[in-house]
């Protein structure tokens, strides 16, 4: 907690707040208000319809019903700029930057100087230091943001909401892509804001920092505020049970592993990202059958080009990856997944699904042309439907049909229609990036359940996740990937949140060297 | 540990793009050593800087300037493959032999040829001309698909533009010049803005793939302008009118050599190097084009700072189809006084490829469209020239073919490299 | 597990209604018939902006399409059309837009009139000379296609300029070698304009009706090959990975599909679509090859492909209707004297509408039901342009 609420006076409400799109309430009548000088949290899980309300207050999408009220005066946004107009200030779970543009030039955009008739920067440029001092937000003006780091990202902005002289601020989701040690210093920054007299909106679903960053909690369920809480009294598990309206068993239960003999052994791999430059560098690891092995680190320190590595989907640079003894370095994708390695991927619109393509032809996406689904390249059709209609059984696949489009599903079903995918068949190797990103606890569950259950098999199972609570919930092996190295490793046993913490800041688990290493 | 080892690896020599591009110069430069050399006759050439009579001349011996220019084409060859040290020496090695290509061509084509003389000058003003509409082309695309709109149309426009604008002009001003014709310029600008705005209306409200709208338009433009023609022009009797003037700018024509050949030139090809300055003056100097330049990368964050999207959209395309449309009116009433069916012929893709060269951005893509201007301008004189190789006297198809050869070249060996704006193609839809 | 949350009810519910909807859905009939209307409403504007009567000149053009002695003429007319068609649609399917079938139709049918004429061809009996004039448009068609696949493959060239580059290198070089008298290519000496030498008769295919133009057993070749375009796609692997590469690149390279095989295979096989229409053109109609014979063939095969939604099946009565408006019209211009061009204005106008289907919907009030936007939902040309295959 950062201090009792301010003044108390109510700087922005919510009233009655309705939100309909086609087969869903979003937003159900929601009632919400920040105070001025406190940090309000809205709670919920994924699609529980907090970024919809946030975009409504921020003027991004126009509600079905409701009143929205600054200063107690009712108003009506048309676009974020009328938002912006208002003191009204978001930063986005996904950064709304411009890679390509310096930050001087994203930090303006939409509020630019003019002298004469170009475009005065010089002026901007005085500015944003000036705030960057203020509020001990460290930016340089003439950097590129495709160069920057995901935590100066978010210093540039907040830098963009206060150079608009936003009062009321959105946070949503701000410490998804921090790490333990960058969540404490991004609650330094906004414990800062707040004694400079700004007010905040913070959104999240994760329950530890609603207990150490809130001043009041509201609490959405399925579109609809299911109660507020006070930091003081509530706790963890009082907390979950609001927020998925059940009681919640936040650890797994699984067995002690079993490990065997190592099934994926990766040595000396070195890969280059899209832009041509050394990712992942000389990246020693094994990983066992029966074990899991979950690998740390903040995104963008090479695991997406591991992943890919692996998965025989992108060449590398030097090094062999083999699975049981077979050299797979390089792929192609195909020969890697019929030597055993299965890949639930990272992005699943963009990879591990065909949005217009039905749920069955989804399921048969890299085993369409075997048998029994092809037979002298000719489509099975009935045996294409029946493994469908058993694995929708299966993995608990809520669709109308096996021939709907994918893209009709919830994300968790579509999830689920990977894992169904990816779990069928033999499998040596499991590798599994980011699997429960976005979904409900419901789906995170059952995943989790699959994915030890695969271990539990026999599966060698390597899992890149940026959550580090997925991380320590699963592994049984943690090693952290920091610079396209790996950092250190550990026991399941001896790892701790501050250490694993520690090294996917800096690098290393000495804090005497953390100076140097930033 | 590793760190230590990776710029060891990088600095490997590996056969990249770089390396191949230079082993087809070493490759062609040896051609031209063992074979073409010691063909060529002995021969008093010259390269000549002004009309005649009485020119200033440069005299050469074809043979020595073709073993001069093939030797650098080995060494090139050389360069590239020592090492990635020396990258950025192969770059300006490779892009030099590039330019080189020109002159080399030209004197080949002058070995080859009855001929003794050619004036450079005027082949590079020719250049410039003709790669006049093919740079206002190049212009429109870029203000289309900086916003985030692809623009396969732009040939389209162009030929309404000319179309039309001639039609108001022959039925007018019976295509006799003074103030109708420069009335009738001014609607073609228009009518490249006008079908610009039913592209931004088709793309960016309704949101129909971007491509299938381009070819929408061009065949709506084909129709339109072949009805206009046959309906309107013919019967009317009007088969040629008077194009735009000769302007002789004042002081600057006075100037030795150049002057009276680049100042003294028409409108439109003085206004195209304004609209090339100003199009890179307004893309990066100004507030709106750098909304512009933010609609075409992230369109989203665009929104989120108030930044209306669609409207930023609508203007940056039609001002890419007035830019268009002054090129469209190149075509029927600058270059000549008259219209015909599909006059265009193409200009509107080739104007699509020099931007893709100039990676979207105003200047380079007014270079690559003076390449292109400088294809047609040496097919062109080459006809002239009347190249034999031995008895075989290379047909005008082959010339004329020169800047689509040129133009798959290009977009084959530079889009690898060339990235687009980020939401380029991709259609925006509004939060709700 | 929790209770069934409402997002995941989105997709449509089941029931009697929807079984109607899903069976019986005449959505991808009733936009391209409104738009044809909503186009002919249109072009009736310029009609009378010109001074004529729009009924009149309607009458004209539909008797000229397909009065009973004028039908012939409107099939004869869409052959090639249809297997030109077939080739963009097909490309279509793979997210690639070939621009180049123009190209493509003509050096397929540079490759029938040449092979065609070779002696010994002459004496082959019938149907072997026929097939092999054929097989080689096929090939040549198919090779020339592969260019822009090959280059799009490897370098990320954009197939729409290559296509377009191509397009006009073919129409040069062919004008070259059925015109160019020194040296003698291709060029029938003893004609008094520039044409490549007649077929002899056993390379030519039979002609069923005797109308002008002729419909010939080319017409039925091209009703085989839509059925075989059609079982290609829907019934075979490879046309599952055409298919998932036009819907999504990246997930067709994760699921182990050699992205760029499929795009050189597919551009190779829509050339050969082309090709073939080509070639048949040559051995069923005109039996020899004069310069600038398929000018805009192209551009009416993205149309007719486009009005088709892509799918093999529809293209047949789009074909029809396209080349009976182009057989048409000169009835109508000899009852009214309008050009001939209004056609085309009208044909634009049409795709136009097709393309942009909210326009239709908005006006005619037709409903979406989201799931059967046609095979056109599938893929999206526009969001590659210029990245790397």
Redesign the interface.
């Known amino acids: 907690m950062i201090q009792t609420g301010g003044s108390g006076e109510v700087v922005l409400a919510v009233r009655n707040i309705t939100k309909r799109y086609p087969g869903i309430v979003a937003n159900d009548q929601i009632d919400f208000d920040l105070k001025h000088g406190e940090v309000h949290c809205l709670l919920g899980e994924n699609g529980a319809g907090k970024s919809t309300l946030m975009n409504i207050v921020y003027g991004l999408s126009q509600p079905d019903a409701g009143q929205i009220l600054v200063n107690g005066e009712e108003v009506h946004f048309r676009s974020s700029g009328d938002a912006i107009a208002h003191g009204i200030g978001m930063v986005h779970q996904h950064f709304q930057l411009i890679p390509v543009f310096t930050v001087a030039e994203n930090i303006v955009l939409g509020n630019e100087g003019r002298k004469g008739v170009t475009l005065d920067l010089e002026t901007a440029r005085d500015r944003i230091r000036g705030l960057a001092a203020q509020y001990g937000l460290d930016v340089d003006p003439d950097a590129k943001v495709e160069d920057l780091s995901v935590g100066e990202q978010q210093r540039v902005e907040l830098v963009k909401a206060l150079y608009r002289n936003a009062d009321n601020l959105i946070l949503d989701e701000p410490t998804a892509v921090l790490t333990p040690g960058e969540v404490d210093e991004f609650f330094g920054v906004v414990r800062s804001l707040v004694h400079q007299g700004k007010s905040i909106v913070f959104i999240t679903h994760k329950l530890r920092e609603v207990l150490a960053v809130a001043d009041r909690i509201t609490v959405l369920r399925l579109g609809r505020v299911v109660g507020t809480a006070d930091p003081e009294e509530a706790t963890p598990q009082s907390l979950a049970t609001l927020m998925v309206g059940r009681e919640v068993i936040l650890s797994i239960d699984k067995a002690p592993a079993s490990p065997g003999a190592a099934r994926l052994e990766v040595r000396d791999l070195s890969v280059l990202d899209d832009r041509g430059s050394v990712t992942v560098s000389g990246l020693n690891l094994d990983v066992r059958a029966g074990e899991i092995l979950g690998i740390a680190g903040v995104e963008g320190n090479g695991q997406r080009e591991l992943v890919e590595a692996l998965a025989g989907m992108r060449k590398p640079l030097a090094g062999t990856v083999t699975i049981d003894g077979v050299d797979l370095t390089g792929g192609p994708p195909r020969r890697v997944t019929e030597h055993g390695l299965a890949h639930v991927p990272e992005d699943r619109n963009k990879h591990g699904l065909v949005g217009p393509f039905s749920i069955a032809d989804n399921l048969v996406l890299n085993t369409y042309y075997r048998a029994p689904f092809a037979r002298r390249m000719i489509r099975q059709q009935r045996a294409i439907e029946e493994q469908a209609t058993e694995l929708m059984r299966r993995f608990d696949i809520r669709a109308p049909r096996p021939d709907a489009p994918a893209q009709t599903l919830s994300g968790g079903n579509q999830q689920k229609v990977i894992i169904a995918r990816e779990l069928t068949g033999e499998v040596k190797v499991l590798l599994v990036a980011q699997p429960t990103r976005g979904l409900d606890v419901g789906s995170i569950e059952f995943i989790h359940h699959r994915i030890v259950e695969m271990r539990d098999e026999g599966t060698a199972v390597l899992l890149v996740s940026a959550e580090l609570d997925e991380i320590f919930t699963l592994s049984d092996r943690i090693a952290v990937l920091y610079r396209g190295a790996l950092v250190g490793e550990f026991d399941r046993s001896v790892a701790t949140r501050d250490r694993v913490g520690l090294l996917m800041a800096c690098g290393s688990d000495d804090p005497s060297t953390m100076n140097e290493a930033v | 540990m590793t760190a230590a080892a990776i710029p060891a690896r990088r600095s490997m020599a590996r056969i990249g793009r770089l390396q191949i591009l230079g082993l087809i110069y070493g490759f062609f430069g040896v051609l031209l050593l063992a074979y073409v050399a010691p063909n060529l006759e002995p021969a008093d050439k010259g390269f000549t800087f002004e009309q005649p009579p009485d020119p200033a001349r440069f005299a050469f011996d074809p043979r020595s300037i073709v073993v001069a220019i093939a030797i650098f084409f080995v060494a090139t060859a050389v360069v590239s493959l020592l090492g990635d040290r020396f990258e950025r020496i192969t770059r300006i090695c490779l892009l030099t032999a590039t330019i080189i290509l020109a002159p080399l061509f030209l004197v080949l084509a002058l070995a080859l040829s009855e001929s003794g003389d050619t004036n450079v000058v005027s082949l590079a003003v020719e250049s410039l001309r003709l790669g006049t509409p093919i740079a206002l082309g190049a212009m429109c695309g870029l203000w289309c698909e900086r916003s985030g709109v692809v623009n396969i149309g732009i040939e389209g426009m162009m030929l309404a533009a000319a179309g039309v604008g001639f039609t108001v002009y022959a039925v007018l001003g019976d295509a006799q010049g003074g103030g109708w014709l420069w009335f009738a310029i001014l609607v073609a600008v228009l009518t490249g803005g006008l079908i610009a705005a039913l592209h931004a209306l088709v793309t960016v409200t309704f949101r129909v793939d971007q491509i299938i709208s381009g070819v929408v338009i061009n065949l709506l433009a084909l129709g339109l302008t072949s009805f206009l023609r046959s309906q309107v022009i013919v019967p009317r009797g009007i088969s040629t009118g008077e194009a735009t003037s000769v302007i002789d700018v004042p002081i600057f024509s006075e100037i030795p050599v150049i002057g009276s050949q680049l100042f003294a030139n028409k409108p439109i090809f003085f206004m195209m190097f304004a609209i090339v300055v100003a199009t890179w003056f307004v893309l990066y100097r100004t507030p709106w084009g750098l909304r512009v330049r933010s609609c075409g990368e992230n369109p989203h964050a665009a929104e989120t700072v108030g930044i209306d999207v669609i409207k930023i959209r609508y203007q940056a395309v039609i001002l890419g189809g007035l830019i268009a449309g002054l090129g469209g009116a190149w075509f029927s009433m600058e270059s000549q006084g008259g219209f015909q069916d599909n006059m265009t012929n193409g200009a509107g893709f080739i104007a699509l490829a020099a931007l893709i060269f100039g990676r979207w951005r105003p200047f380079p893509a007014f270079a690559g469209a003076m390449l292109f201007g400088f294809t047609r301008a040496l097919g062109t004189r080459f006809q002239i020239l009347g190249v034999e190789v031995g008895d075989f006297s290379i047909p005008s198809e082959f010339w004329q073919s020169l800047p689509y050869v040129v133009t798959i070249i290009v977009v084959a060996g530079a889009v690898g490299r060339a990235i687009p704006p980020a939401a380029d193609g991709q259609p925006y839809e509004r939060s709700k | 597990?929790?209770?069934?949350?409402?997002?995941?009810?989105?997709?449509?519910?089941?029931g009697m209604h929807h079984m109607v909807q899903r069976y019986f859905d005449l959505q991808p009939i009733l936009v391209p018939i409104a738009a044809i209307f909503l186009a002919l409403a249109v072009g009736a504007v310029?009609i009378l902006l010109?001074g004529e009567n729009p009924l009149t000149a309607y009458w004209a053009l539909l008797r000229g399409m397909f009065a009973p002695d004028r039908i012939g003429a409107t099939l004869g007319r869409s052959t090639p059309f249809i297997g030109a068609a077939l080739g963009v649609a097909f490309a279509f399917r793979a997210g690639l837009?070939n621009?180049g079938v123009e190209g493509q139709l003509l050096i397929g049918a540079t490759a029938a009139a040449w092979v065609g004429t070779w002696a010994w061809v002459a004496d082959l009996p019938a149907v072997a000379a026929v097939v092999i004039a054929l097989v080689a448009a096929v090939i040549a068609g198919g090779l020339y296609g592969a260019i822009p696949g090959a280059?799009k493959a490897r370098?990320?060239?954009?197939e729409?300029?290559?296509t377009?580059?191509?397009n006009?290198?073919a129409i040069?070089?062919v004008?070259?070698m059925v015109g160019?008298q020194?040296?003698v290519i291709l060029r029938d000496m003893s004609a008094s304009v520039p044409r490549t030498a007649t077929l002899p008769r056993n390379a030519r295919l039979p002609e069923l009706v005797g109308s002008e133009p002729r419909v010939h057993v080319g017409f039925l070749i091209m009703l085989g090959l839509c059925f075989f375009v059609w079982f290609i796609l829907q019934?075979?692997?490879?046309?599952?990975e055409v298919?998932?590469v036009g819907?999504?690149a990246?997930?067709?390279?994760?699921?182990?599909?050699?992205v760029g095989r499929v795009i050189i295979l597919v551009m190779a096989l829509s050339g050969s679509f082309a090709g073939l229409a080509g070639g048949g053109e040559v051995a069923g109609q005109s039996y020899f090859l004069s310069p600038g014979v398929f000018v805009?063939v192209g551009?009416d095969s993205?149309?007719i492909a486009?009005l088709a939604r892509a799918n093999p099946f529809a293209i047949v009565p789009a074909a029809i209707l396209w080349g009976g408006m182009l057989a048409g019209a000169p009835l109508m211009q000899q009852e009214t004297g309008?050009?001939i061009?209004?056609?085309?204005?009208i044909?634009?106008?049409v795709?136009?509408f097709v393309?942009?289907d909210?326009?239709v919907r908005t006006i005619f009030r037709i409903r979406h039901t989201?799931?059967s936007k046609g095979a056109m939902?599938?893929a999206?040309?526009?969001?590659?342009?210029?990245?790397?295959a």
Do not use: C, K
């Not at chain 3, 370098?155 to 954009?158: D, L, Y």
């Not at chain 3, 990246?250 to 050699?258: E, F, L, P, Q, T």
């Open positions: 597990m929790s209770a069934p949350t409402t997002t995941e009810e989105r997709a449509p519910r089941r310029v010109v837009f621009i280059l370098t990320g060239a954009h729409v300029i290559v377009i580059m191509l006009n290198i040069l070089y004008r070259w160019s020194d040296p019934r075979t692997t490879t046309g599952f298919r998932t819907a999504n990246s997930a067709a390279r994760y699921a182990g599909i050699g805009a551009f993205i149309a486009l309008l050009s061009d209004v056609v085309r204005i044909q634009a106008l795709l136009l393309a942009a909210v326009i989201g799931e939902a599938e999206r040309l526009g969001a590659e342009w210029g990245s790397v």
